[in-house]
């Protein structure tokens, strides 16, 4: 793993989540399904916006997600839902992202020597967020 500060992680990991759930929410004509992720992308959105305000307040520039990652996350999103929007198919690729940044985070705090407790504390919360949504996704697959 590429060495950044555990604050960097969350401010990415959602940074990725709210590229990647209006693209996903478009795609779906569920509105249950629509609502459960605008949901998510809410409690995305405010654990980024602490994550921005961290970073200032302890003069750490934030480092984007790498537009490459981006442009690599929408076109595989694209990719497979040309043939299954399915709601279920849909809840699948969301738990897989959310998974995957589930593993980073968690890596990262086991990587992370004495973390900042504001820090711990936010990716903490992260972690819990995204815990309760793929519980809350299970129930559309």
């Known amino acids: 793993m590429k060495k950044l500060s555990l604050l960097n992680h969350v401010y990415q990991n959602t940074q990725m989540g709210l590229e990647s759930l209006p693209l996903l929410k478009s795609k779906?004509?569920?509105t249950t399904f629509?609502?459960?992720?605008?949901h998510q992308y809410r409690e995305y959105k405010q654990i980024n916006q602490r994550a921005q305000n961290l970073m200032k307040k302890k003069h750490i520039t934030p480092k984007d997600v790498r537009p490459t990652a981006k442009m690599s996350a929408t076109v595989m999103t694209n990719m497979k839902t040309l043939m299954d929007r399915s709601t279920s198919h849909l809840a699948e690729m969301v738990i897989q992202g959310n998974t995957m940044g589930v593993t980073q985070i968690t890596r990262a705090l086991h990587e992370t020597k004495a973390p900042d407790a504001e820090v711990k504390a936010?990716?903490?919360?992260?972690?819990?967020t995204t815990d309760n949504n793929l519980q809350a996704l299970?129930?559309?697959l």
Request: glycine residues 0%.
């Open 122 to 128: 936010l990716a903490q919360q992260l972690l819990k």
């Open 28 to 30: 779906s004509q569920d």
């Open 138 to 140: 299970r129930k559309f």
């Open 34 to 38: 629509q609502k459960a992720i605008d």
